[in-house]
């Protein structure tokens, strides 16, 4: 499991037709490498098992977005929860037929997957017959109780804002029915905007000092980082990078703050 491999604890999750959200604590430094196998993997296993060539994923970066408050915590795991509702596939996330943690399960899940036929060799051990993944929870300042209930709040708002736009439009569901029989050959036709932001940290809503304090914090990296790689450049092997740098420590071996 690459979440054991890497140490990626992991919150919530919920897998979409063609994407999925995860919620996770990046307990050792090592989330890129855990993306990394994990879209690997699933690239490799889907282009057998469909028999498709060329990209599974797009070509953007992978969004990663760091959460520093518990409200942003709690918003996200909402907004994870709620995808199939929002895309308008199904009218309550509950309905979804994938994989789609639930607010109750938070930290009580746990989710056993045999190996899969397409790629993964049956005769390696490095694949296990049988997987496991096991929910943790986040760490914020309430109790678990309130957690769970504080997400199912927000799941029920983001549905009850995706129902309020379906109607305006005069859209319907899709329904369970037709996303189980949707193909997985199908394209899209219509034309999505493309993301005008690719935010890397949140902090939820009316949180405005934690967002000033995220800017800053975001500046600050970013300009010590400037002035570190080109330090790196001219051949100062011993300069040190900002906590946080990643590329340069596991790529290059460069020394870098701790955290």
């Known amino acids: 499991m690459a979440s054991e491999q890497f140490g990626v604890a992991v919150h919530c999750t919920t897998v979409m037709s063609n994407h999925h959200h995860l919620v996770v604590t990046d307990t050792r430094g090592e989330l890129p490498n855990f993306l990394r196998e994990l879209h690997r993997n699933i690239a490799l296993g889907v282009k057998v098992l469909r028999k498709w060539e060329g990209n599974v994923w797009d070509g953007d970066k992978t969004s990663v977005v760091a959460l520093r408050t518990d409200q942003a915590v709690v918003e996200k795991i909402g907004y994870c929860i709620a995808n199939p509702v929002t895309a308008g596939a199904v009218p309550r996330a509950r309905l979804w037929p994938g994989i789609c943690v639930q607010p109750q399960q938070l930290g009580r899940w746990t989710w056993t997957g045999k190996r899969p036929d397409a790629y993964f060799d049956q005769l390696n051990p490095q694949?296990?017959?049988?997987?496991?993944?096991?929910?943790?929870?986040?760490?914020?300042?309430?109790?678990?109780?309130?957690?769970?209930?504080?997400?199912?709040?927000?799941?029920?708002?983001?549905?009850?804002?995706?129902?309020?736009?379906?109607?305006?439009?005069?859209?319907?569901f899709l329904g369970i029915a037709k996303v189980?029989?949707?193909?997985?050959?199908?394209?899209?036709?219509?034309?999505?905007?493309?993301?005008?932001?690719?935010?890397?940290?949140?902090?939820?809503?009316?949180?405005?000092?934690?967002?000033?304090?995220?800017?800053?914090?975001?500046?600050?990296?970013?300009?010590?980082?400037?002035?570190?790689?080109?330090?790196?450049?001219?051949?100062?092997?011993?300069?040190?990078?900002?906590?946080?740098?990643?590329?340069?420590?596991?790529?290059?071996?460069?020394?870098?703050?701790?955290?």
């Open 127 to 172: 694949w296990p017959e049988v997987a496991t993944l096991k929910l943790t929870l986040p760490s914020v300042a309430f109790t678990d109780a309130l957690l769970r209930e504080n997400v199912a709040s927000e799941v029920a708002h983001l549905e009850a804002e995706a129902h309020r736009i379906m109607e305006s439009k005069g859209w319907n």
């Open 180 to 259: 189980l029989a949707a193909s997985p050959y199908d394209r899209a036709t219509s034309w999505e905007p493309i993301r005008s932001r690719n935010p890397t940290f949140a902090v939820g809503r009316d949180q405005r000092e934690a967002f000033i304090e995220g800017a800053i914090a975001l500046r600050d990296f970013r300009r010590s980082y400037r002035a570190a790689l080109a330090a790196w450049r001219a051949a100062m092997r011993d300069v040190l990078f900002p906590a946080g740098t990643w590329f340069m420590r596991w790529g290059h071996g460069a020394s870098v703050a701790p955290s």
